[in-house]
C-alpha cells in the first residue's frame, strides 16, 4: 500500500469523492472506500494460508491505522501551517488528504510532504523494536509485518515523484530554485511517470524471479498504474494551470447584438450578420430598448433552419435574471475558481449593474484546449 501524495480541492480542483464517513478523528472528516473491505478480506485469505488468519486480519488492520496515521501526519502539519483540511479517505492503495488550497510557499509544502512519510518511518521503526522484545506468536509476527510494511511505505513514497510525496518534495525544491510552482509540478510529474513504469517492470521481473506471488503481482502493477495515472493527471493539470491567465473575461465576452420582442428567429439571425455581428450573442430588448432577456445558443440549434422564419426569439430565450453573471475585469485565476464555483453555459459580463457582454464557457473551454494542444 502506498499512501498518495495530499489532494488539492479547491474550486479549482475537483478532487475525488469521499467514501463512506467514518465519522471524525482530531477534527478531520474520515472516509473509506468499499475496495479497503476487499483488500481486508483478500489480505486475511491469502496470508492466513501462510501464516494463519488470525495473523493476516491483525496485520491489515494495522496496516490501515498506520495509513491513517500517515495521513493524519499530512493534515496535521497542513493545520498547523495554516492550511484547511477538508478529510481523509482511506482507499485500497493507502490513503489520500484533501486540503483546501495548495502550500503557498515551497517551504510549507516540503514540510506538509514530508511529514507522512516522516510518520511511516517512525511506526516501522517502533514497530521492529516491539517485536524485537516480543517472544515468537502471532503478535509478534503482526508487529514485523508492520515493520516491514511502514519501512516499505516510507521508503517508496518517498521517491521524487507525483503522486507520491516525494514527488511533492521535489516539486518545493524545483519550485524554491527557479520560482515556478507549475514547473515544479511539470518536474515531478514526469519523474513519477518514470517510478510508475519502473514499479510496473519491478513488479513483473519480481514475480519471474519468484519473490512475490501472484497476489503481489497484482497489488504492484496497480500500484504502478496508478502511480503513472496520477502524475499523468498531475503534468495535464500543471500545463492547464500554465493556461489560466490567459482567461481574460473582457476579452473572451461576446458583443450582445439586441433585437424587439418578437423578431423571427431567421431575421434576427440575418439583422445579426448584415451588421457584421454574426458571433454576437443574440438578446431580446423591450420597446425601450431594455434588454430583457438573452437568446439561449443550445435552444437555437434546436430549432431547424426551415423553421426559424416561424419561431420567435422570445421562445428561445431566457430572462435575463435567470442567467447567472460575472464582473468584467475578471481574470486568471480569480475567474476560473469562480467560473467553476458556478457553472453554467452562458454568463452575463456586468459592470455597474448594466450587462457589457456574454461569456460562454465553450468559448472558455476552446481557448484552453487549444492552447494546450499548441504546447
Given at each position: 500500500?502506498a499512501?498518495m501524495?495530499?489532494t488539492?480541492?479547491?474550486?479549482?480542483s475537483?478532487g475525488?469523492?469521499?467514501g463512506?464517513p467514518?465519522g471524525?478523528?482530531l477534527?478531520?472528516?474520515?472516509?473509506l472506500?468499499w475496495?479497503?473491505?476487499l483488500?481486508v478480506?483478500l489480505?486475511?485469505?491469502?496470508?492466513g494460508?501462510?501464516?494463519g488468519y488470525?495473523?493476516?486480519f491483525g496485520?491489515v488492520?494495522c496496516?490501515?491505522?498506520?495509513?491513517?496515521?500517515?495521513?493524519l501526519?499530512?493534515a496535521?502539519?497542513?493545520?498547523r501551517l495554516g492550511i484547511?483540511v477538508?478529510?481523509?479517505t482511506?482507499?485500497i492503495?493507502?490513503?489520500?488528504?484533501e486540503m483546501?488550497?495548495d502550500?503557498?510557499?515551497?517551504?510549507i509544502e516540503l514540510l506538509?510532504?514530508?511529514?507522512g512519510?516522516?510518520v511511516?518511518l517512525?511506526?516501522?521503526?517502533a514497530a521492529?523494536?516491539?517485536?524485537?522484545?516480543l517472544p515468537?506468536?502471532a503478535?509478534r509476527?503482526?508487529?514485523i509485518l508492520?515493520a516491514?510494511?511502514?519501512?516499505?511505505?516510507?521508503v517508496?513514497?518517498?521517491l521524487?515523484g507525483?503522486?507520491?510525496d516525494?514527488?511533492?518534495?521535489?516539486?518545493a525544491?524545483v519550485?524554491?530554485?527557479?520560482?515556478?510552482?507549475?514547473?515544479?509540478?511539470?518536474v515531478?510529474a514526469?519523474?513519477?511517470?518514470?517510478?510508475?513504469?519502473?514499479t510496473?517492470v519491478?513488479?513483473?521481473?519480481?514475480?519471474v524471479?519468484?519473490?512475490v506471488?501472484?497476489f503481489?503481482?497484482v497489488?504492484?502493477i496497480?500500484?504502478?498504474?496508478?502511480?503513472?495515472?496520477?502524475a499523468?493527471v498531475?503534468a495535464?493539470?500543471?500545463?492547464l494551470?500554465?493556461?489560466?491567465?490567459?482567461?481574460?473575461v473582457?476579452r473572451?465576452?461576446r458583443p450582445i447584438?439586441?433585437?424587439?420582442?418578437?423578431?423571427p428567429?431567421a431575421?434576427?439571425?440575418r439583422q445579426a450578420a448584415s451588421?457584421?455581428?454574426g458571433?454576437a450573442?443574440?438578446?431580446?430588448a423591450?420597446s425601450t430598448?431594455r434588454?430583457?432577456?438573452?437568446?439561449?445558443t443550445?435552444?437555437?440549434a434546436?430549432?431547424?433552419?426551415d423553421r426559424r422564419?416561424?419561431?420567435t426569439?422570445?421562445s428561445v430565450?431566457?430572462e435575463?435574471?435567470?442567467?447567472?453573471?460575472?464582473?468584467?475585469g475578471?481574470?486568471?485565476?480569480?475567474?476560473?475558481?469562480m467560473l467553476?464555483s458556478?457553472?453554467?453555459g452562458e454568463?452575463l459580463?456586468?459592470?455597474d449593474?448594466?450587462?457589457v457582454?456574454?461569456?460562454r464557457s465553450?468559448?472558455v473551454?476552446?481557448?484552453?484546449?487549444s492552447r494546450?494542444a499548441g504546447q
Amino acid at each position: 500500500m502506498a499512501a498518495m501524495e495530499p489532494t488539492v480541492a479547491g474550486p479549482a480542483s475537483p478532487g475525488r469523492r469521499p467514501g463512506i464517513p467514518l465519522g471524525r478523528v482530531l477534527g478531520f472528516s474520515l472516509y473509506l472506500r468499499w475496495t479497503v473491505l476487499l483488500l481486508v478480506g483478500l489480505v486475511t485469505l491469502l496470508s492466513g494460508q501462510l501464516i494463519g488468519y488470525g495473523v493476516g486480519f491483525g496485520f491489515v488492520v494495522c496496516l490501515l491505522l498506520s495509513v491513517l496515521l500517515h495521513e493524519l501526519g499530512h493534515a496535521l502539519t497542513a493545520r498547523r501551517l495554516g492550511i484547511g483540511v477538508r478529510g481523509i479517505t482511506l482507499e485500497i492503495l493507502g490513503g489520500y488528504t484533501e486540503m483546501e488550497r495548495d502550500a503557498p510557499t515551497p517551504r510549507i509544502e516540503l514540510l506538509v510532504s514530508l511529514a507522512g512519510p516522516a510518520v511511516s518511518l517512525v511506526l516501522g521503526v517502533a514497530a521492529a523494536a516491539v517485536a524485537a522484545v516480543l517472544p515468537d506468536g502471532a503478535v509478534r509476527q503482526v508487529a514485523i509485518l508492520v515493520a516491514l510494511a511502514n519501512l516499505i511505505v516510507a521508503v517508496f513514497n518517498s521517491l521524487p515523484g507525483l503522486p507520491l510525496d516525494g514527488g511533492r518534495a521535489l516539486r518545493a525544491a524545483v519550485w524554491a530554485s527557479t520560482g515556478s510552482q507549475q514547473r515544479g509540478t511539470v518536474v515531478s510529474a514526469r519523474c513519477g511517470q518514470v517510478v510508475g513504469a519502473a514499479t510496473g517492470v519491478a513488479a513483473v521481473w519480481l514475480y519471474v524471479s519468484g519473490w512475490v506471488s501472484e497476489f503481489g503481482l497484482v497489488l504492484m502493477i496497480l500500484v504502478a498504474f496508478s502511480l503513472w495515472q496520477g502524475a499523468t493527471v498531475s503534468a495535464r493539470a500543471a500545463r492547464l494551470s500554465g493556461l489560466v491567465p490567459l482567461i481574460d473575461v473582457d476579452r473572451l465576452a461576446r458583443p450582445i447584438f439586441a433585437v424587439p420582442t418578437g423578431t423571427p428567429l431567421a431575421e434576427a439571425q440575418r439583422q445579426a450578420a448584415s451588421a457584421g455581428a454574426g458571433e454576437a450573442a443574440l438578446a431580446v430588448a423591450d420597446s425601450t430598448g431594455r434588454l430583457v432577456a438573452l437568446v439561449h445558443t443550445d435552444a437555437v440549434a434546436a430549432v431547424p433552419p426551415d423553421r426559424r422564419p416561424w419561431v420567435t426569439v422570445d421562445s428561445v430565450a431566457r430572462e435575463l435574471a435567470a442567467v447567472r453573471s460575472v464582473p468584467a475585469g475578471l481574470r486568471g485565476a480569480d475567474a476560473l475558481r469562480m467560473l467553476q464555483s458556478d457553472p453554467a453555459g452562458e454568463y452575463l459580463v456586468t459592470t455597474d449593474d448594466r450587462v457589457v457582454g456574454v461569456l460562454r464557457s465553450a468559448d472558455v473551454t476552446r481557448l484552453l484546449r487549444s492552447r494546450s494542444a499548441g504546447q
